[in-house]
């Protein structure tokens, strides 16, 4: 059944209203005209719009105004109309005025046109041989190409006036005619572009910090750099004492914008140690070089995002994403209880703009047939105090978390509205977490005396995969009975190499008094 609101009933009457009464859509605010248009409406005489405006209107060969035009006064008949507007083609049209009606005129006006025939040609004395195939622009080279025949000629049609042509062509120097087009005869346009002096420059990396032993893209970094024309270049790699450990002819030079991978091993294949090292791009006579850092644990790995909080689904974890890197994902969660069940569905991203410090982000909604739909917000700030990478194999961060919802819109495996501070811990063994985390959680102005969040678990996380278990007990000690909930939990993932992709399967059980509920998930997000 439909239930209409106040606000549902004022938007369908004056929908009704506009239908009814066609000559209210040209009160108010100018339209925007596209195409031609002629509405009969309730009144008398004759309205004129035209995009743009200011046109010259002529009735019966009597000039009578500009428009946007209204004349009341016209009787009834018929009547030759003519639209002028310099640099714009003329409109004739013939209408009829009844007695009981208005005649509303839209007219979209167009530029006079002219063409433009135009060559595109190697300046005299250029290399034969020389690989050309140019690109032709009307505005910049961020604009589709105008498509070009097979001998690079074509004849482009624009609006009369001066437009400026450019020519690309790569190993050639960009080039710019500007001509003034004409509507009585056709402009012919030619460019002459003459081979570019050969340029090394912009080098950049998408990393740079990585940890090869990272998954797959994850576990690599990307250099970009451009060149100008054609040639051939190597990338050398150096160690701190200035020691060559890789080097790699470039394929030849075919394109504006190169790109190069490196997986943070040696010319044998064999892993690097941990250490900054310089690359360099040598191409001609040119050079480029930067530093990238191989950090060991710097470590990418998708986690669970419930309740805003990066970790196990239950179990926050101390592990932070190196500087740049993100991780998105949306899904939905089947909830048992008494009735039907739910369907909350999730969208998070977790992501870090600085070294050791992560953002994480939550949104839900929480679709209901018996009730108003809810949905609520939640989100965390990370700092990581020690990553793990001395001789004490723990990692420990602290954070600070924050959940708002309406009415129905409390995300069922989070602690709920409030603010909270958690304090993770984890042992590291290898490719396994152990876990645990206390967290402080106040509800509310009512509440002064926060309730106490204990939470354990265990990860796995391996070259593609991850998996893991953990729980949460909820104490409220400003009660009677203290003891509030009990969750439980199993989650895995998998990010299939080459893709940044992150497939999630979840489920587990909700014990509130003596009614014990079960959950279960599916997730797809990314990760970079």
Not at 94 to 113: A, D, G, H, Y
Not at 235 to 243: P, R
Not at 360 to 376: A, C, D, M, V
Not at 404 to 430: I, K, Q
């Amino acid at each position: 059944m439909i239930k209409y609101t106040m606000s549902n009933l004022r938007a369908v009457l004056l929908l009704i209203i506009l239908l009814s009464f066609p000559s209210l859509l040209f009160a108010g605010e100018p339209q925007v005209i596209t195409g031609d248009a002629f509405i009969e409406s309730s009144g008398r005489g004759l309205r004129i719009a035209t995009e743009p405006n200011g046109v010259r209107v002529f009735i019966d060969g009597v000039e009578r105004g500009l428009t946007p035009f209204t004349n009341n006064d016209l009787p009834p008949g018929d009547y030759s109309i003519r639209l002028a507007r310099e640099d714009y083609e003329e409109r004739s049209f013939e209408i009829t005025l009844r007695n009981n009606s208005r005649l509303n005129v839209l007219i979209e006006m167009t530029r006079v046109q002219g063409n433009a025939l135009i060559s595109i040609y190697k300046e005299q004395g250029s290399p034969e041989s020389y690989p050309f195939t140019p690109q032709l622009f009307t505005r910049s080279s961020a604009d589709a190409p105008i498509p070009l025949n097979s001998d690079n000629k074509t004849t482009v049609r624009l609006p009369a006036g001066f437009h400026t042509f450019n020519a690309r062509a790569f190993g050639w120097e960009d080039t710019s005619v500007t001509a003034f087009l004409s509507d009585t005869e056709n402009i012919q346009v030619d460019i002459y572009m003459s081979p570019a002096a050969f340029k090394l420059e912009n080098l950049t990396q998408s990393r740079k910090r990585f940890n090869p032993s990272n998954s797959g893209n994850l576990g690599i970094t990307e250099y970009r750099f451009e060149v100008s024309a054609p040639g051939s270049g190597v990338i050398t790699i150096q160690n701190n004492d200035g020691t060559i450990v890789y080097t790699q002819q470039l394929d030849p030079f075919a394109a504006w914008v190169q790109q190069i991978q490196w997986n943070g091993r040696d010319t044998d294949g064999n892993p690097l140690p941990q250490g900054t090292y310089t690359v360099i791009i040598e191409a001609e006579t040119l050079s480029l070089r930067l530093e990238t850092e191989i950090n060991y644990s710097a470590s990418i790995f998708p986690l669970s995002l419930e309740s805003g909080i990066s970790g196990l689904t239950f179990a926050p974890l101390p592990h932070v994403l190196p500087k740049g890197s993100y991780q998105f994902g949306a899904g939905v969660l089947y909830c048992s209880d008494s009735g039907t069940g739910s369907f909350p569905f999730k969208i998070n991203m977790r992501f870090s703009p600085f070294d050791k410090f992560e953002l994480t982000t939550f949104f839900n909604i929480n679709p209901s047939l018996q009730e108003q739909i809810g949905w609520g917000v939640s989100g965390s700030a990370k700092y990581n105090f020690t990553d793990g990478s001395n001789s004490i194999p723990l990692v420990f961060s602290a954070g600070f978390t924050y959940a708002w919802a309406n009415d129905n819109g409390e995300y069922p495996l989070s602690p709920g509205r409030g603010a909270g501070f958690y304090t993770p811990l984890s042992l590291e063994l290898t490719n396994i977490s152990f876990v645990i985390c206390p967290a402080a959680f106040w509800r509310g102005p009512d509440g002064l005396v926060p309730e106490l969040l204990l939470s354990a678990g265990i990860l796995y996380h391996g070259s593609f995969f991850t998996g893991g278990i953990s729980a949460r007990l909820e104490f409220d000690f400003s009660k009677d009975e203290p003891f509030g909930r009990f969750l439980a939990g199993a989650e895995f993932r998998i990010f299939p190499d080459p893709s940044n992709l992150i497939f999630t399967l979840q489920g587990g059980i909700l014990i509130q008094g003596s009614e014990p509920r079960g959950y279960g998930g599916l997730a797809i997000g990314l990760i970079y």
